[in-house]
């Protein structure tokens, strides 16, 4: 057990390194042979390690080695498996496997085959280690491992200029919060003198009330690091510019890795996080907002990835509020069904575009519903789920979020209806995307099918999509569960009956036409608003203003070095100090005898003075 | 261990004469030299290693009298510090021989003898126990490097050659200064000459006078640095040195600086050092600010590595006076992660100028397709100099910045800014040289042969091993830094 758990981090780690460093030596084959094929064998490991564990009595750990010990604190480089891990595991390695096997056909062509590769499998590593990580600082390791292969992978087409800039925006954003969350970890080590995480836990319930303003503090910290790397409000910014990375590296990001590690870190430390309400709070209502704007910002677009990316940070803000409201089986319930229906709609969206050379505006598709038959029946099954219908895994998931939001005493009502709200939009954006590429009249042709090994990926996640929402997730010794779930009457049903309303309100605008909305579109109010959900919210260009630019100008301003004006000033003086002096040795005899004589006087003088009583 | 350093000074001296012998002679000379000095040290190390510290702390220890009528000895010790320390002088002493294979085409020989006598200054600061001889070497250290700027440097190295001797002989002076100081200070107390280090730790200085020693002291290590405001002679020495100049400056001459500071600085007037500690670790946060904005607004590749220096070394300041176990320990392996990574930035920058014939950031861009080794190592060293975990440079600013939060949360949370512009000009760096379209005229440049690779590769190695097992590194400073915890109240 030990063996096969080092195995599932170590597989892809080492295809990484081979790829890294003999990549561009090896035939194609190889490389896909060792990229795809790690990843298959780790989600092979992983069910393997899901069937042993039905013997298992509790939460295995591997110690690696002793990572490194000052004085009496040290830091173990271990990995844990419970059953929150286990969740990730299978999400990480299963959908991380079928992106593999359908990148081997979506980059094919592509010169850099090998470095695309190392990469994802880097990145898969990354995340594996996030989720085993025994410790804070292992997580940290993953965490920042998988900045990195974001950075890398959004950059990974780096002649174009613009692909770097969207890269360096993600790495140094997500950095932000990482700072944040190192701050965090600071404090714990101070506070407890460990990083691990069970120890972390234990101590922090044993002496912290609820409420401790260090509780909160460190819960702040920390969950500014799962802001950062979820996407979530105020920091956001860089997932939809991160669709400059190759499609199937947007499902991974979106589906299996990245995005998903700020729920792992609040889920893992639930027991941390409960003596913090006021963060708590602060989570679901971060979550809720961050819903319905990025909702709102999906329905503006017409870049058929940023609206799959706006609908990720909304779907991530879901997650956020069943953490923020302690409906934690929720919220990691629903960060797996998202994966399966997030992927199948990202790479569904890159065999549309491969299909159409490349061609990513909606605007210019339409009526491929019986010229793509599989993408079209992958994007509707997958829009289902993220419209939420009944029937799908995404309703399973986002109604029961729905409804222990509603439990909430106090803010439940107000919760509750935004999410509501932002669920009706996002079965409208989901469907007009549907409607719009897949029905209507022919826009742009398709030059071919995808091939097997992009179908068979899509058709797996088909069902995943829609059975997903019938796995019950054996959470109940890792996370505290709410005893049942009681049945809410009207609410139910009316949580259950939004989306479809959204869905036939896009029918209605979009496909049938019965409902005309030009005249609110084409209104100074309407186009302005969605000249302002196009640009999300223009937080980019408020940024722009109050951070980039003034730092950048700071940078400008102080380039040729502030400090050696003051060294100039020194040099100036004394060189003057020493003209003035040189000048004085003018060899005139004259005035040599006039100094002389004053200097004498002055003497005498000052003599004199001192004589007299 | 005076044979490490006569060693050095006697392999420039053949090194220089050497090169009646051939073109690439005085280079050969030199490795071996270093090969052979390292091959010298080898032995000292493991014999002290395992007999382990004698009484005093010490793991090697050798004095002789030199000057008895002021009672200046010649006094060499090593602990676990010095050791990392003199290891890691002559770990870049070989790669800055390598960066200079090809760069280096007028009097090889004299070049090779500088750069091996200022690594003897070097070994020497890191070594000597008597701050006469302290001073001498920090004088070794000085004169040879100023005079690899002067001559091999690049177009504008007359004055920043000038600039860095008057920065570091000024601050040198008040040193020298301070140490006269306590030496007749010492003699007044005790009625005996000595300029040991032992001695003058039994009867430390007190009262107003120590503070203004403690900051002769302080300063010349400060300018050494370099920190901020007295650092401005390092952009210009740095981007006008050779690269093996820059290697040799940025990797071990401005660690001998930080050295000092916990060596001397902190041990030799705990009181006023803990006094200004505050001030002091305003410095460093400012410093690593100031740096890294300056770092983004350059435009010349040297020199935006050489800001990001003055950055990286805030850290170390704060790690001195943060005052505790973790910080210290953080601020001596930064010393070594930091050399090895911009050590490495520094052979990439001199590699880029010879092939382009420019430094200037704006002439460069998409060169990983010309140059993928290249590029690959760019990549891998400023995601290391970034901080990223798993490479030597996280777990150096992690302990020093645990360490501060322990000292001064707020302080510790500027710093933290840092991580974050660290990322914005080491990314932005990345990207002008070696992302984006690539110009015509940079089509088959040559790209880094297997000697490059090889130097390279050994400092990858390092930062691997520092980043992922660094212990062996920390229990060889633990007993230095535990004595001096117990010295000063850490």
Known sequence: MEILLTAVPMLPLASAAMLLLYGRHMGKSLVTGLGVGSIGLAALTVLALAVQWQDATGPVTVMLWQWFSVGNFSVDLALRLDQLSLIWLCTITGIGFLIHLYSSEYMGGDDNYSRYFAYLNLFVAAMLLLVLGDSMLLLFLGWEGVGLCSYLLIGFWYRDSANGAAARKAFIVTRAGDAAMALGLFLLVA???????????????????????????????????????????????????????????????????????????????????????????????????????????????????RILAYS??????????????????????????????????????????????????????????????????????????????????????????????????????????????????????????????????????????????????????????????????????????????????????????????????????????????????????????????????????????????PYASLAQWWRGEPMDRVVALIMGSAVTIHEQLSASQSGRLGRYVAVLSAGLIVMLTLMLLRATP | MSLLIVLLLAGGLVAWLSERFGEEMPARVSVATLLLTGAALWPLATEVLTTGPDVDGWLAYESRTWIPRFGIQFILAMDGMSLLLVGLTLLLGIVAVIASWTEIKARRGFFQANLLWTLAGTVGVFLAMDLFLFFLFWEVMLVPMYLLIAIWGHEARAPAATKFFIFTQASGLLMLLGILTTAVAYANQTGEWSFAYMDWLQSPLTGELANWVFWGFVLAFLVKLPAFPVHSWLPDAHTQAPTAGSVILAGVLLKTGAYGLLRFGVALFPENAKEWSSLLLIVGVVGILYGAVLAYGQRDFKRLVAYSSISHMGFILLGVFAWNGLSWSGAVLQMVAHGLSTAALFMIAGALQERLHTRALADMGGLWKAMPRMGAMAMFFVIASVGLPGLGNFIAEFLVLAGLWQSSPVLCAFAAIGLVTGAVYALWMLQQAFHGPLGEQHVGLQDFNTRDMTALGLLAIGLLGLGLYPQPALDLIAPSLDALAIKVGG
């Open chain 1, 191 to 305: 506070e407890f003198n460990t990083l691990n995480i069970q120890e972390i836990v234990l101590a922090a319930s044993a002496s912290w009330a609820a409420g401790e303003p260090l509780a909160t503090l460190a819960c702040a910290l920390i969950f500014t690091g799962a802001v950062g790397k979820s996407a979530q409000l105020p920091l956001q910014t860089w997932l939809p510019d991160a669709m400059a990375g190759p499609t199937p590296v947007s499902a991974l990001i979106h589906a299996a890795t990245m995005v998903t590690a700020g729920i792992y870190l609040v889920a893992r430390l639930n027991g941390l996080f409960v003596l913090a309400p006021d963060v708590l709070f602060a989570i679901a209502a971060v979550g809720v907002a961050t819903a319905l704007m990025a909702a709102c910002a999906a329905l503006a677009q017409h870049d058929i990835k």
């Open chain 1, 312 to 549: 990720t940070i909304s779907q991530l803000g879901y997650m956020f509020l069943a953490l923020g409201v302690q409906a934690w089986d929720a919220g990691v319930f629903h960060m797996m069904t998202h994966a399966f229906f997030k992927a199948l709609l990202f790479l569904a969206a890159g065999a549309v575009i491969e299909c159409l050379h490349h061609e990513q505006d909606i605007r210019k598709m339409g009526g491929l519903r019986t010229h793509l038959p599989v993408p079209f029946w992958s994007f509707l099954i997958g829009s289902a789920a993220l419209a939420a219908l009944p029937a799908t895994a995404g309703f399973a998931s986002k109604d029961l979020i729905l409804l222990r939001a509603w439990e909430v005493t106090g803010s439940g009502i107000w919760l509750w209806s935004v999410a509501a709200i932002a669920a009706m939009i996002t079965a409208l954006y989901s469907f007009k995307l549907v409607f719009v590429v897949f029905f209507g009249e022919l826009k742009t042709e398709a030059t071919h099918q995808p091939g097997w090994r992009m179908a068979l990926p899509l058709m797996l996640l088909c069902v995943l999509s829609i059975v997903g929402g019938w796995i019950s997730l054996p959470l109940a010794e890792v996370l505290p569960l709410a005893a049942n779930h009681p049945a809410h009457g009207t609410i139910a049903i009316v949580s259950a009956a939004i989306p479809i309303v959204g869905v036939a309100l896009a029918y209605f605008i979009f496909l049938g036409g019965q409902l005309n909305v030009t005249g609110l579109t084409e209104s100074s109010t309407g186009r302005w608003t969605a000249q302002y959900w196009l640009q999300g919210w223009g937080m980019d260009r408020l940024y722009d203003r109050l951070l980039v630019q």
